[in-house]
């Protein structure tokens, strides 16, 4: 949780300059991937480039992805390791956080709570 907070502390500093090509690399990596923790830490951090960027709408689409991802494989908890049980719950309160901060920033503030 305390690296979570401060990873969100410099999130602005290592994502403010943004471009549509690393933002398509990312996008390019998570396509590739077949591993679903790999591919809910990208669908996070495509969420936090959208919303630097601005793109809210795709930020909180990413968000969402996260939101379903996660939220299907815990329910398949007795297949996860005590690992990926994790990152999938970490995964799962990043993409939340990332969907409210978006939504407060797009002026949504009745749904970010």
């Not at 991802?69 to 990332?98: C, M, P, Q, V």
Request: charge should be positive.
């Amino acid at each position: 949780m305390k690296k979570i907070l401060i990873s969100l502390l410099f999130l602005p500093i290592f994502l403010f300059s943004q471009t549509p090509q690393q933002i398509d690399s990312v996008l390019g990596v998570y396509k590739k991937t077949n591993i679903d923790t790999v591919k809910i830490k990208l669908l996070n951090t495509l969420s936090k480039m959208h919303l630097v960027t601005g793109d809210f709408d795709a930020a909180i689409s990413f968000s969402n992805q996260g939101i379903t991802l996660s939220t299907d494989k815990l329910k398949k908890i007795k297949s996860l390791t005590k690992r990926e049980d994790e990152i999938f719950n970490i995964g799962l309160a990043e993409s939340y956080l990332l969907k409210g901060m978006t939504l407060s920033d797009k002026g949504d503030y009745k749904n970010a709570k």
